[in-house]
């Protein structure tokens, strides 16, 4: 709905965009928001299915071959609700079940960013053991963070405190059943996923990755989780940060470059 009275006629067809956004939480008797866009679903390809794209979700749908659709997992949280899962895998889980509601059969092509790749990972390694084909797993410059003691004490007492007082002020909206106010989102969201990835060790996974790493992303030892359990990844350097890779112009055109073409290796044996 890309015009101002496209997006009129979706806000006053409250029944249509209710059914499409929000689902229900049978134990609370709540409406919950769901998290999945079919963002570009025209194409005659299998679609391209990214956890956590943010600005791919913009770059991707027009630089990927028109035949190649896209569908994307946005981030819980970005309305100010409660993430509400305590590890990985829930969340993964979670994640699965919008899909299998909208694509119920596969091959499902997967890829994520940062938080949104080992989300995906984690989807990789559920599908496949329940019995689904994921021929490619694309993971964008994701690390496992160190522990919470020593990663912690690299930050300094003062920013240690700033972040606990953050951290309470969000809780209280969210006991109060308020959401967290928009200037707090941005942190509550980042805070609850460096949270979950400090206690996710990554199973044993041997389908097919690309693994596309930022060349100006400093630690190495958080890289090397992937390397004891991912058994069949590529490994694809982009020289720029974390950041750079999907919002520099020449450097997005590589990105999806890079996975375009794994695209289509993958899909002419399907």
């Given at each position: 709905?890309?015009t101002i009275s496209a997006l009129e006629d979706l806000i006053?067809?409250?029944?249509?965009?209710?059914?499409?956004?929000?689902?229900?939480?049978?134990?609370?008797?709540?409406?919950?928001?769901?998290?999945?866009?079919?963002?570009?679903?025209?194409?005659?390809?299998?679609?391209?299915?990214?956890?956590?794209?943010?600005?791919?979700?913009?770059?991707?749908?027009?630089?990927?071959?028109?035949?190649?659709?896209?569908?994307?997992?946005?981030?819980?949280?970005?309305?100010?609700?409660?993430?509400?899962?305590?590890?990985?895998?829930?969340?993964?889980?979670?994640?699965?079940?919008?899909?299998?509601?909208?694509?119920?059969?596969?091959?499902?092509?997967?890829?994520?960013?940062?938080?949104?790749?080992?989300?995906?990972?984690?989807?990789?390694?559920?599908?496949?053991?329940?019995?689904?084909?994921?021929?490619?797993?694309?993971?964008?410059?994701?690390?496992?963070?160190?522990?919470?003691?020593?990663?912690?004490?690299?930050?300094?007492?003062?920013?240690?405190?700033?972040?606990?007082?953050?951290?309470?002020?969000?809780?209280?909206?969210?006991?109060?059943?308020?959401?967290?106010?928009?200037?707090?989102?941005?942190?509550?969201?980042?805070?609850?996923?460096?949270?979950?990835?400090?206690?996710?060790?990554?199973?044993?996974?041997?389908?097919?990755?690309?693994?596309?790493?930022?060349?100006?992303?400093?630690?190495?030892?958080?890289?090397?989780?992937?390397?004891?359990?991912?058994?069949?990844?590529?490994?694809?350097?982009?020289?720029?940060?974390?950041?750079?890779?999907?919002?520099?112009?020449?450097?997005?055109?590589?990105?999806?470059?890079?996975?375009?073409?794994?695209?289509?290796?993958?899909?002419?044996?399907?």
């Open positions: 709905n890309p006053l067809k409250k029944d249509n965009s209710e059914k499409n956004i929000i689902g229900h939480d049978e134990d609370t008797n709540k409406s919950i928001i769901k998290n999945f866009a079919p963002v570009k679903p025209e194409g005659s390809r299998e679609p391209f299915i990214m956890v956590h794209g943010d600005n791919c979700n913009n770059f991707m749908p027009k630089l990927l071959d028109k035949e190649q659709p896209y569908l994307g997992f946005l981030h819980i949280g970005s309305e100010g609700e409660k993430l509400g899962y305590e590890n990985i895998q829930n969340l993964a889980t979670f994640y699965i079940e919008q899909l299998l509601e909208y694509k119920p059969k596969g091959p499902y092509l997967l890829g994520g960013h940062s938080f949104g790749g080992i989300i995906a990972y984690e989807m990789a390694h559920q599908l496949t053991g329940m019995g689904y084909d994921v021929p490619l797993l694309v993971i964008s410059d994701s690390i496992i963070p160190e522990k919470i003691p020593v990663f912690a004490l690299k930050r300094g007492i003062k920013r240690r405190i700033k972040i606990a007082t953050k951290r309470m002020k969000c809780n209280a909206y969210l006991m109060s059943d308020k959401p967290v106010p928009v200037e707090y989102r941005n942190f509550y969201i980042l805070d609850s996923y460096e949270r979950l990835s400090f206690n996710y060790k990554p199973p044993v996974y041997k389908n097919k990755i690309l693994f596309i790493r930022a060349s100006k992303n400093p630690g190495e030892i958080s890289y090397k989780p992937w390397y004891h359990a991912a058994k069949n990844m590529k490994m694809v350097e982009l020289e720029g940060t974390h950041n750079e890779i999907i919002i520099n112009k020449e450097l997005i055109t590589q990105y999806v470059d890079i996975i375009q073409n794994e695209l289509i290796e993958v899909q002419v044996g399907l």
